[in-house]
């Protein structure tokens, strides 16, 4: 544990963001686990663009990075056109 007065500032408020980001990335998770069960049952583009509008918001929001978003909307995309 820090002694200095601000150091101990930083713990507190590291541990608020790390939460924060925590929480985020669940609810990033729930998300897409969500638009890829309804893309499998009914091939809905309505999912498939509420998949790439989570996507874009965890980019802006820093919780990941953009290329990996990329992928993650192309994956969705290809499972969209498979055997439609």
Do not use: C, F
């Not at 965890?58 to 909307?73: C, D, E, I, M, Y």
Request: aromatic letters at 2%.
């Amino acid at each position: 544990m820090p002694n200095i007065k601000s150091a101990k500032k930083r713990v507190k408020i590291i541990e608020a963001k790390t939460l924060k980001n925590k929480m985020a990335k669940s609810r990033l998770k729930t998300e897409l686990k969500k638009v890829y069960s309804e893309i499998e049952e009914n091939k809905s583009a309505e999912a498939l663009s509420r998949g790439y509008k989570e996507l874009d918001k965890a980019v802006t929001k820093g919780l990941l990075h953009k290329n990996t978003a990329a992928r993650k909307k192309a994956a969705l995309a290809s499972l969209m056109n498979q055997s439609k």
